[in-house]
């Protein structure tokens, strides 16, 4: 049987492009179909793979940027002509609509959040791309209501996702949470620019800049609190901004290595995770090394999070709601130990097996 995997993009360094990887350990030699990729800003365990890509992957500048490719991807997606018996496609917009000669699985990041939910996606800072979106929106919707319906089945990466996906498109889709792929006994290197300041401790925040992240919220609360430290973990068009509104208790890392990103997890007092998430797997990156996370009462953190026992939960994305989170698990800290179990239940091994059968029902 000839199984592909397909991919939005592959240009960034997210939780969607971990759930490629382990669709790669899933269907070891299955080539990686997508519109742009970018090998330095993305995994390098990529660099071993098949991976196709579409003609835009040409235009260096689309590659650097796939914001401003936005007009270009629904025709280069209706191009990636997959030959194989089963596509699996990891989708948040675009890979649900690559065409293919055998039988399409959907697992569904989010329906295109620049489409049902722009608002929350492009923040109040959108500039000239709002409108731009907003004279797309009713031609990318019938392309995107198109390219639902050439999927066989769909598989939802969480609860939230699941009634999205019916509300969007009309379809019933299983949940199959992705895995987190961090090794935790895999090297640890210390991030110098926070050894350097001799924080004894610190939380952490690992996030996309982006505005519906709300890393400007977290930012604001730790501002007023002199006496606690941030460090946030990311890339993104609004770095500049944000790291011109940090006080000295806060500190910006970009594009660290993963041995870093293991150390921080494990050293961290508490994640802190504002944004509205289909998922988040940060927060389960952190359990497995025992740390906790003080998250928004939102979206896939419902389903990631379980109070009391691997972290806290905050109402709205506010300064003072994220504080007293902070003040509250100082008060009544969790045990790593139940926090590390909470997150065996998020397995790679799990998720390979459920993509396994899922193909192998959709075959049969």
Known sequence: MRIAIAHDYLTQLGGAERVVLSLMKAFPGAPVHTTLYDPDTTFPEFRDADVRVSPLNKVGALRTNHRIALPF????A????IDADVVVASSSGWAHGFPTTGKKLVYCHSPARWLYLPEEYLGTKAGVIKP???????ALKRWDALAAKTADRYLANSHVVQERIKQVYGISADVV?????????GLQEPAAEVVQRGWPDFHLLVSRLLPYKNVDKAIDAFNSMPDERLVIVGRGPIADRLRSSMGANCVLL?????AQLRWLYAHARALVAPSHEDFGLTVIEAAAFGTPTLALQSGGYLDT???GVSGYFFPVAEADQIVDAVRRHASLPLDRAHVTAHAATFSEEAFISAIRRAVGELVN
Not at 78 to 81: C, I, L, T, Y
Not at 132 to 138: I, Q
Not at 178 to 184: F, G, N
């Open 254 to 258: 970009e594009g660290i290595p993963d």
């Open 177 to 185: 949470f992705p895995p987190h792929r961090v090794e935790t006994d």
């Open 78 to 81: 209706s191009q990636v002509m």
């Open 73 to 76: 991807l629904a025709p280069a």
């Open 305 to 307: 999070v379980k109070p």
């Open 132 to 138: 731009a979106l907003s004279a797309m929106t009713p």
